[in-house]
């Protein structure tokens, strides 16, 4: 497995590297609007930070998903299948590595808004201003540690449910149309309908969310709420990881 998640790690380490650099600019076009109270540098530094921290993840995720759709669908696969590790561990590595990228990004980030904010206070001299400018943005949102928390988690779990799902439709994919055309699109519409399926089955459920609504309410659940969703999500992953080892050990690897 070791061997295997330094593989998957190598696979996306030049998108990693073009989210690196972009976040390292939009950072210094942040502290230079800081220390010349430049309105367009801090705003061009605060949106590109955004973008970096939730786009950057997207296309990370797109990529591993890109990664496996050309490994299964390609002369790849049978070298893929040639190496002493089962399907699941194939499988495991990437969700692992999602995961992974996930967790340390998503920590990152906040930690860097954590120090943009406390130097932002610190030149405006006013704290508690900012942090209120802040919440009035995001709709009177009041921040505070456990609101961070929940938030990061349900997405965490969230989005490794999404990815897995996806990894799903293109195993799917590749058994029925192995490189075929048009099994891109065959993958993402498999894919959006297991979401849509899982989505409404969630919806009906006692926590009453689907996909989309538990990450918009997230901010507003209570702590024991988004460690539910959290648990169900992390339990959608485990069902479909379990599906998609089960269909590349059957129905690739023969």
């Keep these: 497995m070791k061997h295997l998640l330094k ?11 073009a989210v690196l650099i972009s976040t390292c600019i939009f950072e210094i076009l942040f502290l230079l609007g800081l220390l010349s109270n430049a309105a367009v540098l801090l705003g061009t530094g605060i949106t590109g930070l955004s973008f970096c921290a939730t786009l950057g993840m997207l296309i990370l995720g797109l990529v591993s998903i890109s990664v496996l759709y050309r490994e299964l669908n390609s002369c790849q696969s049978y070298m893929l299948f ?3 590790n089962s399907s699941y561990k194939i ?6 590595e999602n995961g992974i990228t996930l967790a340390v990004g998503g920590i990152c980030f906040v930690a860097l808004a954590g120090i943009d904010l406390f130097l932002w206070g610190v030149q405006a001299s006013d704290f508690p ?8 943005m995001m709709g009177n949102i009041h921040l505070n540690p456990a609101d961070i928390a929940r938030v990061l988690l349900v997405l965490f779990s969230g989005w490794l449910s999404i990815i897995t799902i996806a990894f799903f439709a293109v195993a799917i994919q590749a ?4 490189g075929r055309r048009f099994g891109g ?10 979401v849509i399926g899982v989505g409404i089955v969630m919806a009906n459920l006692p926590l009453g969310q689907g ?8 901010m507003t659940f209570p702590v024991s709420t988004g460690v539910l969703y959290s648990l169900l999500y992390l339990g959608i992953t485990a069902l ?6 089960w269909i590349m050990d059957k129905k690739l690897s023969v």
């Design 82 to 84: 040639l190496t002493p």
């Design 240 to 245: 479909f990881y379990a599906l998609t080892g």
């Design 91 to 96: 499988i495991g590595a990437k969700i692992l």
């Design 211 to 218: 996909f989309l609504g538990s990450v918009l309410l997230s």
């Design 129 to 136: 201003t900012v942090i209120q400018l802040l919440s009035d």
């Design 7 to 17: 593989y998957e790690f190598r696979k996306t380490r030049t998108v990693k590297t």
């Design 175 to 178: 058994a029925l149309l192995n």
């Design 185 to 194: 699109l065959f993958s993402f519409l498999i894919f959006l309908a297991v």
